[in-house]
Protein backbone atom coordinates (compact mmCIF):
# COMPACT_ATOMS: atom_id res chain seq x y z
CA UNK A 1 0.00 0.00 0.00
CA UNK A 2 1.48 3.29 -1.14
CA UNK A 3 2.53 5.53 1.72
CA UNK A 4 2.43 9.72 1.78
CA UNK A 5 5.14 11.08 3.85
CA UNK A 6 4.42 14.60 5.77
CA UNK A 7 6.46 17.05 7.50
CA UNK A 8 5.01 19.27 10.68
CA UNK A 9 6.33 21.75 13.47
CA UNK A 10 5.49 18.52 15.82
CA UNK A 11 4.70 15.13 15.45
CA UNK A 12 0.87 15.55 15.96
CA UNK A 13 0.02 18.15 13.74
CA UNK A 14 2.54 15.70 10.84
CA UNK A 15 0.09 13.05 11.96
CA UNK A 16 -3.22 15.18 11.65
CA UNK A 17 -2.01 16.51 8.11
CA UNK A 18 -1.45 12.88 7.13
CA UNK A 19 -4.86 12.01 8.26
CA UNK A 20 -6.67 15.23 6.08
CA UNK A 21 -4.43 14.20 2.97
CA UNK A 22 -5.80 10.60 3.09
CA UNK A 23 -9.20 11.76 4.20
CA UNK A 24 -9.48 9.25 6.78
CA UNK A 25 -9.80 8.72 10.87
CA UNK A 26 -6.90 8.67 12.80
CA UNK A 27 -8.00 4.89 13.44
CA UNK A 28 -8.44 3.86 9.62
CA UNK A 29 -4.96 4.81 9.26
CA UNK A 30 -1.13 3.04 9.52
CA UNK A 31 1.68 5.67 11.20
CA UNK A 32 5.51 5.75 11.48
CA UNK A 33 7.59 8.42 13.09
CA UNK A 34 10.87 9.18 10.34
CA UNK A 35 11.69 11.84 11.99
CA UNK A 36 11.35 14.10 15.11
CA UNK A 37 11.48 18.13 15.99
CA UNK A 38 15.44 18.19 17.67
CA UNK A 39 15.54 20.35 20.91
CA UNK A 40 17.88 23.18 20.27
CA UNK A 41 19.41 26.32 22.90
CA UNK A 42 16.79 28.55 25.11
CA UNK A 43 13.90 25.63 24.56
CA UNK A 44 14.01 26.12 21.24
CA UNK A 45 13.42 23.62 17.91
CA UNK A 46 15.39 22.49 15.03
CA UNK A 47 13.88 20.91 12.18
CA UNK A 48 10.54 19.41 11.40
CA UNK A 49 8.59 16.33 12.43
CA UNK A 50 8.61 13.96 9.20
CA UNK A 51 5.82 10.98 9.43
CA UNK A 52 4.41 8.16 6.83
CA UNK A 53 1.05 7.23 6.81
CA UNK A 54 -0.81 4.60 4.45
CA UNK A 55 -4.01 3.35 5.06
CA UNK A 56 -4.78 0.59 7.13
CA UNK A 57 -4.28 -2.29 5.44
CA UNK A 58 -7.32 -5.07 6.04
CA UNK A 59 -5.85 -8.20 8.26
CA UNK A 60 -6.63 -11.28 7.04
CA UNK A 61 -8.47 -13.98 9.51
CA UNK A 62 -6.38 -16.83 11.05
CA UNK A 63 -5.60 -19.73 8.45
CA UNK A 64 -8.27 -22.79 8.50
CA UNK A 65 -8.15 -25.42 6.84
CA UNK A 66 -10.24 -26.04 3.45
CA UNK A 67 -11.35 -29.08 5.28
CA UNK A 68 -13.45 -28.10 7.72
CA UNK A 69 -16.97 -28.56 8.18
CA UNK A 70 -18.44 -25.74 9.05
CA UNK A 71 -21.97 -25.25 7.63
CA UNK A 72 -22.43 -22.17 5.20
CA UNK A 73 -24.08 -19.49 5.90
CA UNK A 74 -27.72 -19.12 5.13
CA UNK A 75 -28.39 -18.28 1.83
CA UNK A 76 -25.21 -19.30 0.63
CA UNK A 77 -25.19 -20.86 -3.01
CA UNK A 78 -23.04 -23.23 -4.84
CA UNK A 79 -19.31 -22.90 -6.25
CA UNK A 80 -19.70 -20.86 -9.75
CA UNK A 81 -17.37 -21.50 -12.47
CA UNK A 82 -14.43 -19.00 -13.79
CA UNK A 83 -16.42 -18.64 -16.63
CA UNK A 84 -19.90 -17.77 -15.03
CA UNK A 85 -21.30 -14.73 -14.17
CA UNK A 86 -20.42 -13.71 -10.77
CA UNK A 87 -23.82 -13.23 -8.36
CA UNK A 88 -24.53 -10.48 -5.99
CA UNK A 89 -23.56 -10.08 -2.30
CA UNK A 90 -26.55 -7.77 -1.19
CA UNK A 91 -29.06 -9.69 1.15
CA UNK A 92 -27.46 -12.88 1.85
CA UNK A 93 -28.10 -14.22 -1.83
CA UNK A 94 -24.48 -14.37 -3.02
CA UNK A 95 -23.06 -17.33 -4.60
CA UNK A 96 -19.13 -18.41 -4.87
CA UNK A 97 -17.55 -16.30 -7.41
CA UNK A 98 -15.02 -18.01 -10.27
CA UNK A 99 -11.89 -16.34 -11.05
CA UNK A 100 -12.90 -15.51 -14.53
CA UNK A 101 -11.40 -12.21 -15.58
CA UNK A 102 -14.00 -9.23 -14.85
CA UNK A 103 -14.62 -6.35 -17.09
CA UNK A 104 -13.64 -2.77 -16.32
CA UNK A 105 -17.21 -2.39 -15.72
CA UNK A 106 -17.62 -4.71 -12.92
CA UNK A 107 -15.43 -1.87 -10.97
CA UNK A 108 -18.57 0.70 -12.20
CA UNK A 109 -20.76 -1.32 -10.38
CA UNK A 110 -23.04 -0.05 -7.66
CA UNK A 111 -21.24 1.82 -4.60
CA UNK A 112 -23.76 0.82 -1.81
CA UNK A 113 -24.98 -2.61 -2.91
CA UNK A 114 -23.74 -5.67 -4.77
CA UNK A 115 -25.36 -6.56 -7.90
CA UNK A 116 -27.93 -9.60 -7.89
CA UNK A 117 -26.89 -12.87 -8.90
CA UNK A 118 -28.90 -13.81 -12.40
CA UNK A 119 -30.69 -10.71 -12.58
CA UNK A 120 -30.98 -8.86 -15.71
CA UNK A 121 -29.40 -6.02 -16.41
CA UNK A 122 -32.97 -3.24 -16.43
CA UNK A 123 -33.04 -0.72 -19.39
CA UNK A 124 -32.02 3.02 -19.30
CA UNK A 125 -35.59 3.57 -20.14
CA UNK A 126 -37.46 1.09 -17.93
CA UNK A 127 -35.56 2.49 -14.72
CA UNK A 128 -35.27 6.29 -15.84
CA UNK A 129 -38.21 8.38 -14.44
CA UNK A 130 -40.12 9.41 -18.14
CA UNK A 131 -38.06 12.78 -19.06
CA UNK A 132 -35.58 12.59 -16.18
CA UNK A 133 -32.07 11.30 -17.64
CA UNK A 134 -29.08 10.15 -15.71
CA UNK A 135 -27.47 13.91 -16.35
CA UNK A 136 -30.36 15.89 -15.31
CA UNK A 137 -30.19 13.60 -12.06
CA UNK A 138 -26.59 14.68 -11.31
CA UNK A 139 -27.01 17.83 -11.92
CA UNK A 140 -29.04 17.46 -9.14
CA UNK A 141 -27.10 15.72 -7.09
CA UNK A 142 -24.32 18.15 -7.66
CA UNK A 143 -25.92 21.05 -6.73
CA UNK A 144 -27.10 19.20 -3.40
CA UNK A 145 -23.53 18.23 -2.71
CA UNK A 146 -22.13 21.98 -3.66
CA UNK A 147 -24.76 23.59 -0.80
CA UNK A 148 -23.97 20.96 1.71
CA UNK A 149 -20.01 22.10 1.54
CA UNK A 150 -20.62 25.55 1.78
CA UNK A 151 -23.01 25.33 4.13
CA UNK A 152 -20.38 23.47 6.32
CA UNK A 153 -17.91 26.57 5.76
CA UNK A 154 -15.70 24.08 3.38
CA UNK A 155 -13.66 25.06 0.00
CA UNK A 156 -14.36 21.97 -2.73
CA UNK A 157 -15.49 21.42 -6.26
CA UNK A 158 -17.74 19.29 -7.21
CA UNK A 159 -17.59 17.23 -10.30
CA UNK A 160 -19.68 14.75 -12.48
CA UNK A 161 -17.70 12.07 -14.05
CA UNK A 162 -19.33 9.35 -15.92
CA UNK A 163 -18.15 5.83 -15.25
CA UNK A 164 -20.41 4.18 -17.82
CA UNK A 165 -23.31 4.81 -19.55
CA UNK A 166 -25.53 4.53 -16.86
CA UNK A 167 -23.37 5.28 -14.11
CA UNK A 168 -22.12 8.88 -12.55
CA UNK A 169 -19.28 9.36 -9.90
CA UNK A 170 -19.91 12.45 -8.14
CA UNK A 171 -16.11 13.61 -6.97
CA UNK A 172 -15.83 16.12 -4.17
CA UNK A 173 -12.23 17.38 -3.82
CA UNK A 174 -10.61 19.70 -1.57
CA UNK A 175 -9.08 20.60 1.32
CA UNK A 176 -10.13 19.42 5.28
CA UNK A 177 -13.09 16.74 4.31
CA UNK A 178 -11.77 14.57 6.62
CA UNK A 179 -15.14 14.69 8.70
CA UNK A 180 -17.02 14.44 5.64
CA UNK A 181 -15.64 10.80 4.93
CA UNK A 182 -15.63 9.52 8.79
CA UNK A 183 -14.26 6.40 10.19
CA UNK A 184 -14.16 4.14 6.94
CA UNK A 185 -16.11 6.04 4.91
CA UNK A 186 -18.73 5.86 7.14
CA UNK A 187 -19.90 9.76 7.10
CA UNK A 188 -19.52 9.34 3.29
CA UNK A 189 -21.64 7.02 3.09
CA UNK A 190 -24.24 8.70 4.50
CA UNK A 191 -23.92 11.24 2.35
CA UNK A 192 -24.22 9.17 -0.31
CA UNK A 193 -27.20 7.79 0.63
CA UNK A 194 -28.93 11.62 1.57
CA UNK A 195 -27.29 12.57 -2.17
CA UNK A 196 -29.47 9.54 -3.61
CA UNK A 197 -32.59 10.87 -1.66
CA UNK A 198 -32.45 14.39 -2.44
CA UNK A 199 -32.22 13.50 -6.05
CA UNK A 200 -34.94 10.23 -5.75
CA UNK A 201 -37.31 13.53 -4.30
CA UNK A 202 -37.02 15.52 -7.74
CA UNK A 203 -37.38 11.99 -9.69
CA UNK A 204 -39.19 9.59 -9.24
CA UNK A 205 -36.66 7.24 -10.66
CA UNK A 206 -34.04 5.05 -8.79
CA UNK A 207 -30.70 6.81 -8.08
CA UNK A 208 -28.46 3.68 -7.20
CA UNK A 209 -26.33 4.96 -10.57
CA UNK A 210 -25.56 7.93 -9.04
CA UNK A 211 -22.29 7.39 -6.84
CA UNK A 212 -20.33 9.72 -4.57
CA UNK A 213 -16.86 10.08 -3.81
CA UNK A 214 -14.96 12.44 -1.29
CA UNK A 215 -11.34 13.25 -1.31
CA UNK A 216 -10.18 10.55 -3.20
CA UNK A 217 -11.31 7.94 -0.45
CA UNK A 218 -13.35 5.27 -2.79
CA UNK A 219 -10.21 5.52 -5.29
CA UNK A 220 -7.45 4.91 -3.05
CA UNK A 221 -9.55 2.53 -0.67
CA UNK A 222 -10.23 0.51 -3.36
CA UNK A 223 -6.46 0.58 -4.95
CA UNK A 224 -5.38 -0.90 -1.29
CA UNK A 225 -8.06 -3.31 -1.25
CA UNK A 226 -7.28 -4.74 -4.52
CA UNK A 227 -3.20 -5.12 -3.43
CA UNK A 228 -4.66 -6.76 -0.45
CA UNK A 229 -6.71 -8.85 -2.34
CA UNK A 230 -3.39 -10.10 -4.53
CA UNK A 231 -1.11 -10.76 -1.55
CA UNK A 232 -3.90 -12.37 0.33
CA UNK A 233 -4.63 -14.66 -3.12
CA UNK A 234 -1.19 -15.51 -3.47
CA UNK A 235 -1.02 -17.02 -0.04
CA UNK A 236 -3.76 -18.84 -1.02
CA UNK A 237 -2.35 -20.92 -4.15
CA UNK A 238 0.56 -21.34 -2.60
CA UNK A 239 -0.81 -22.96 0.86
CA UNK A 240 -4.06 -24.45 -0.35
CA UNK A 241 -6.07 -23.51 2.36
CA UNK A 242 -8.98 -21.01 2.54
CA UNK A 243 -8.34 -17.41 4.41
CA UNK A 244 -11.39 -15.73 5.52
CA UNK A 245 -11.30 -11.99 6.08
CA UNK A 246 -12.43 -9.62 8.73
CA UNK A 247 -16.41 -8.39 7.93
CA UNK A 248 -16.50 -5.23 5.76
CA UNK A 249 -18.70 -3.34 4.20
CA UNK A 250 -20.84 -4.66 1.12
CA UNK A 251 -18.98 -1.94 -1.39
CA UNK A 252 -15.47 -3.00 0.05
CA UNK A 253 -16.40 -7.38 -0.51
CA UNK A 254 -17.59 -6.15 -4.16
CA UNK A 255 -13.61 -4.73 -4.77
CA UNK A 256 -12.95 -8.13 -2.98
CA UNK A 257 -14.64 -10.36 -5.29
CA UNK A 258 -13.83 -8.23 -8.20
CA UNK A 259 -10.20 -8.14 -7.32
CA UNK A 260 -10.26 -12.24 -6.78
CA UNK A 261 -11.81 -12.79 -10.24
CA UNK A 262 -9.22 -11.63 -11.89
CA UNK A 263 -6.71 -13.71 -10.55
CA UNK A 264 -5.65 -16.85 -11.47
CA UNK A 265 -6.28 -19.98 -9.22
CA UNK A 266 -8.57 -18.53 -6.19
CA UNK A 267 -12.14 -18.31 -5.67
CA UNK A 268 -14.25 -16.06 -3.19
CA UNK A 269 -17.43 -16.58 -1.02
CA UNK A 270 -19.16 -14.42 1.55
CA UNK A 271 -20.03 -15.67 4.98
CA UNK A 272 -22.24 -14.60 7.95
CA UNK A 273 -24.83 -12.46 8.58
CA UNK A 274 -24.58 -8.17 8.05
CA UNK A 275 -23.12 -6.16 9.43
CA UNK A 276 -20.60 -8.94 10.29
CA UNK A 277 -20.48 -10.64 6.81
CA UNK A 278 -16.97 -11.51 5.56
CA UNK A 279 -15.41 -12.37 2.35
CA UNK A 280 -13.64 -15.98 2.02
CA UNK A 281 -10.70 -16.51 -0.60
CA UNK A 282 -9.97 -20.46 -0.88
CA UNK A 283 -8.37 -22.49 -3.64
CA UNK A 284 -10.10 -22.57 -7.19
CA UNK A 285 -11.35 -26.31 -7.91
CA UNK A 286 -10.64 -27.27 -11.39
Known amino acids: MEWVEITGKTIEEAKER????????????????????????FGRVRGEARVRARLRPVEPRPKRSRNNNRPKARGEGQRQGRGQKSGGDSKGQENRRGSGKSNKAAGA?????????????ESKEETMAEGATLQEQAAIAKEFLEGLVSTMGLTATVEIREIDAETVELAVDGEDLGML??????TLAAVQDITRTVV???FTA?????????ARYRERRSAALRRFTSDVAAEVVESGEERALEPMSPADRKVIHDAANEIDGVETRSEGEEPSRYVVLLPQVS
Open 200 to 202: QSK
Open 109 to 121: AKSTNEPTGGSKR
Open 18 to 41: AFEQLGVAESDAEVQVIEEPKAGL
Open 206 to 214: RTDRILVDI
Open 181 to 186: VGPKGS
